[in-house]
């Protein structure tokens, strides 16, 4: 990388952002966030920002509301010391959820957030799976969508998968399931959904064939595992074999450990380090895959003006 590149990193996953940097062989730089008595949030940037393309790393994980103010904050410092272009990067957009009014009298939180982000200061923003892809319309500045689905599907690639079919939890995720179904030339299947609330669903039938078949359930995020749970009752009784859980944000909120933990058939539960995973969190057949690489090759592009898009399309540079 050339030398008018900063990347700053918030509290949420400092790790990410550094192993990023480590990849583009740049150092991360050092910013400071304090507070006052009154609970308000204070944040130095303490690198040079003037003219230099500004990157600032920083998941919108629990609690959401204070990483998402403390990344706002940060890019209003860097707009103040003049930097020429500052990229959030949010491995995971939480409020990507509220894309819609589905009840009177609700805000859609996701284009309030966006335009939050672009006041702050923000030119770019660099972001994976977001849980409903029209979010990405609610931005007025620039966004790159970054896809996990080559990195999980590489995890399967020297497994036996002769008798193996990909299950999406719903209509809704279908079409990414079937690319990752592509990826490892599987049939796919998915469950007929109906959310009765954040963290209560009903699955009634199986859209496709999973009787004596080992299953791959793909998913976006596991956050109560309510869905996840629902499903594993639905594919049982449809006669299912092994199961193996896929996601990209590994949330694991409220019960989700507890819900998972009771569930002795599960071979393994893959996701990503989109969302940082504390000790308690972790289970024996949680996988971890990196997606730091991804973000630093698309951070390479976007600073030397050259496609990302193209990491989905060129297998020889992911996978």
Not at 149 to 177: C, I
């Amino acid at each position: 990388m050339t030398g008018d590149i900063t990347v700053f990193s918030g509290s949420a996953h400092h790790e990410f952002a550094q192993e990023m940097c480590s990849i583009l062989g740049v150092e991360l730089s050092h910013s400071r966030t304090t507070r006052f008595s009154n609970d308000c949030l204070q944040v130095q940037l303490r690198a040079n920002c003037r003219q230099r393309d500004v990157y600032i790393v920083q998941p919108l994980v629990p609690p959401v509301q204070e990483n998402l103010f403390e990344l706002l904050l940060m890019m209003d410092a860097a707009r103040g010391a003049s930097a020429a272009h500052i990229t959030a990067v949010i491995p995971h957009f939480a409020y990507a959820r509220s894309d819609k009014k589905d009840a009177p009298r609700i805000a859609i939180g996701a284009r309030l957030v966006a335009d939050m982000l672009a006041t702050a200061g923000a030119t770019r923003v660099l972001t994976m799976a977001l849980h409903a892809p029209q979010v990405h319309g609610f931005f007025s500045v620039p966004v790159d969508h970054l896809s996990a689905v080559l990195e999980l599907a590489a995890h399967f690639r020297r497994k036996d998968l002769s008798n193996t079919v990909v299950v999406s939890p719903d209509l809704g995720n279908a079409k990414v399931a079937a690319e990752f179904a592509r990826n490892l030339g599987l049939p796919v299947a998915a469950g007929s959904k109906q959310r009765k609330a954040d963290d209560s669903v009903v699955i009634d039938r199986i859209v496709g064939d999973v009787n004596g078949r080992d299953v791959i359930v793909l998913d976006d995020e596991i956050a109560t595992a309510g869905s996840i749970v629902e499903l594993l009752r639905v594919l049982r009784n449809e006669g299912a074999r092994q199961i193996s859980i896929v996601c990209t944000h590994g949330l694991f909120t409220g019960p989700a450990i507890e819900r998972l933990k009771q569930e002795p058939d599960i071979a393994e539960i893959v996701t990503t380090n989109t969302v940082p995973l504390p000790p308690e969190k972790q289970l024996p057949n949680i996988v971890t895959r990196s997606v730091a690489p991804l973000f630093a090759e698309a951070v390479h592009r976007i600073h030397a003006g050259e496609s990302v898009s193209s990491l989905f399309s060129d297998r020889e540079t992911y996978g």
